[in-house]
Nanobody, 125 residues
Framework: QVQLVESGGGLVQAGGSLRLSCAASGRTFSRYAMGWFRQAPGKEREFVAAIDWSGGNTYYADSVKGRFTISRNNAKNTVYLQMNSLKPEDTAVYYC??????????????????WGQGTQVTVFS
């Protein structure tokens, strides 16, 4: 079992920044990959970014590439999503997820086994 708790969401003006955090517990954090997904009202949950067990490899959706950065601190059992140059279309509930069956990156939602409760990010123009 893995428990994931996100924090850091909020209301921000377009062009601003937010940093999301996701604290994990329950299994050895450094052994599995992590991802961030988001879901806007009326839309499917979509991939945002992923990071492998070491933090040495990352992967991003084209829509956030160059603006968002995923990172992790295995000593703190935490994964982060730094979001810069935010746009109104980034408005969504953001979820972190754990892929405990593999240590490498996955963008595929179905590979993730555990999910957090989500944190709301709202970007206004």
């Amino acid at each position: 079992q893995v428990q994931l708790v996100e924090s850091g969401g909020g209301l921000v003006q377009a062009g601003g920044s937010l940093r999301l955090s996701c604290a994990a517990s329950g299994r050895t954090f450094s052994r599995y990959a992590m991802g961030w997904f988001r879901q806007a009202p009326g839309k499917e949950r979509e991939f945002v970014a992923a990071i492998d067990w070491s933090g040495g490899n990352t992967y991003y959706a084209d829509s956030v590439k160059g603006r968002f950065t995923i990172s992790r601190n295995n000593a703190k059992n935490t994964v982060y999503l730094q979001m810069n140059s935010l746009k109104p279309e980034d408005t969504a509930v953001y979820y972190c997820a754990a892929d405990v069956d593999r240590s490498s990156i996955s963008w595929y939602r179905g590979n993730y086994d555990y999910w957090g409760q989500g944190t709301q990010v709202t970007v206004f123009s």
